[in-house]
């Protein structure tokens, strides 16, 4: 478990699937920015199974109750992450803090020049938490998905290890590599 100030974040097991199972499937949960499909619980097990180089991780409030999920996934040199909070937990903090986490996790403990996320240009939240922990906008990838009837575009947001001074939050047990 990586923790922080108000949040952890804890590895997804797949026994906990029936409970991010109704999140994936639920337009409320994805927002107005993000795409959704339909999927079963059986085909997000054997998407959880075939996971590779991506982990899935809860975002949990110190009390253990579950409020979002943050991934981070392998792309070619690069690692990506991604991240959903319910509705009603948006807009205190979480968000930013598990980013931070991630983030520092990530070079903490792994052999990465880069981390980067995408995000709609209109959704200024979001683009608020990567700021916060340290991203740049580089651009606009124009109509990189399709979602709810249209093209959207995306924008490109990443911080190189050289920009990351240091943790912004130090989970308690991990110390900086010399």
């Given amino acids: 478990m990586l923790k922080g100030h108000k949040i952890n974040l804890k590895l997804v097991e797949k026994c906990e699937l029936p409970i991010l199972h109704p999140w994936f499937n639920d337009p409320d949960f994805n927002g107005e920015f993000e795409s959704f499909g339909q999927v079963s619980l059986t085909e997000l097990e054997k998407i959880y199974e075939n996971l590779k180089q991506e982990q899935w991780y809860w975002v949990e409030k110190t009390d253990?109750?579950?409020?979002?999920?943050?991934?981070?996934?392998?792309?070619?040199?690069?690692?990506?992450?991604?991240?959903?909070?319910l509705s009603e937990e948006r807009g205190k903090g979480y968000g930013s803090e598990a980013v931070q986490i991630m983030v520092?996790?990530?070079?903490?403990?792994?052999?990465?020049?880069?981390?980067?996320?995408?995000?709609?240009?209109?959704n200024?939240?979001?683009?608020?938490?990567?700021?916060?922990?340290?991203?740049?906008?580089?651009?606009?990838i124009r109509k990189s998905f399709?979602?709810?009837?249209?093209?959207?575009?995306?924008?490109?947001?990443?911080?190189?290890r050289e920009e990351w001074v240091e943790p912004k939050i130090l989970p308690i047990g991990y110390t900086r590599k010399a």
Avoid: N
């Fill in 124 to 140: 200024i939240a979001s683009q608020r938490v990567l700021e916060k922990a340290g991203f740049m906008k580089e651009g606009l």
């Fill in 64 to 85: 253990g109750t579950k409020v979002g999920y943050i991934a981070q996934m392998k792309s070619g040199d690069s690692t990506c992450i991604g991240y959903l909070l």
């Fill in 146 to 160: 399709f979602s709810r009837g249209i093209y959207r575009d995306t924008a490109m947001w990443s911080i190189l």
């Fill in 104 to 122: 520092d996790y990530l070079f903490l403990h792994k052999d990465i020049v880069r981390i980067q996320a995408e995000t709609h240009p209109d």
